[in-house]
């Protein structure tokens, strides 16, 4: 394992409430990435951070935000909880130095089962 | 849209065959395309990764044959074992990006 917990493992909530998600990683990790996964639709980008405050978004960023204040920790927050956005969420990591050589491997985490009832 | 598509959704083999998952992708700026293996409750792992410069890259009983002029990957399991019961995701990624874009996922079933 690369390190990468997930906080809590399991949640269950209402519509409409907000909730937030932490990612914590001890190896000093640049990348960090949020995504969800659906059945049929295999893993989602949610957001994703480049460095300390700095994030963009992904392909399934509405309702969601993100936020890095520090290298180990990626906080996602549902704003206002839906039952749409009943899923798995797993966060990733990744190494610095871009394209080359083995800088590519994606870590991820084991995963937050949320249900929004 | 998904810009990986990967089929079948689903497979079942015997012990001892052989297991085939297809990936098709549109963006030609893609330039590195990995497997990922994923076990029940489990989060993702990277178990094969391969460069659109080469057909094949093996490793174990793991081979990805790569097609570039037909935009297309596929990931060949020999001899498979109940323990490569799992799901599996292709992806691509752009060189100049640090985004990966996945497949829907295959989920293999090896049966004893």
């Known amino acids: 394992d690369a390190g990468i917990t997930q906080s809590p493992r399991h949640k269950v909530t209402e519509t409409g409430t907000p909730v937030t998600l932490r990612c914590h990683q001890t190896?000093?990790?640049?990348?960090m990435y949020w995504y969800r996964q659906d059945p049929g639709h295999g893993l989602r980008l949610i957001h994703y951070?480049?460095?300390?405050?700095?994030?963009d978004k992904g392909e399934v960023s509405d309702g969601y935000s993100v936020s890095r204040s520090k290298t180990e920790d990626f906080l996602l927050t549902l704003e206002s909880a839906t039952s749409s956005q009943t899923s798995v969420y797993f966060c990733?990591?990744?190494?610095?130095?871009?394209?080359?050589?083995?800088?590519?491997?994606?870590?991820f985490g084991p995963g937050t089962r949320l249900t929004v009832l | 849209q998904q810009q990986v598509k990967q089929s079948p959704q689903s497979l079942i083999v015997q012990k001892g065959g052989i297991s085939i998952i297809n990936c098709a992708y549109e963006?030609?700026?893609?330039?590195?395309f990995p497997w990922y293996q994923q076990f029940p409750g489990k989060g993702p792992a990277l178990l094969i990764a391969?460069?659109?410069?080469?057909s094949e890259k093996k490793e174990g009983r793991f081979t990805i044959s790569f097609n570039k002029s037909a935009k297309q990957f596929s990931l060949h399991i020999m001899d498979s074992q109940p323990g490569d019961s799992a799901t599996y995701f292709c992806?691509?990624?752009?060189?100049?990006?640090?985004?990966?874009?996945f497949g829907a996922g295959t989920t293999v079933t090896v049966r004893a």
């Open positions: 963006n030609t700026a893609f330039d590195y």
């Open positions: 391969i460069r659109p410069d080469v």
């Open positions: 190896e000093n990790h640049r990348y």
């Open positions: 990733a990591t990744k190494t610095g130095g871009g394209s080359g050589g083995f800088n590519n491997e994606q870590f």
């Open positions: 992806a691509g990624r752009e060189w100049s990006d640090y985004k990966l874009s």
């Open positions: 951070s480049y460095g300390v405050k700095d994030t």
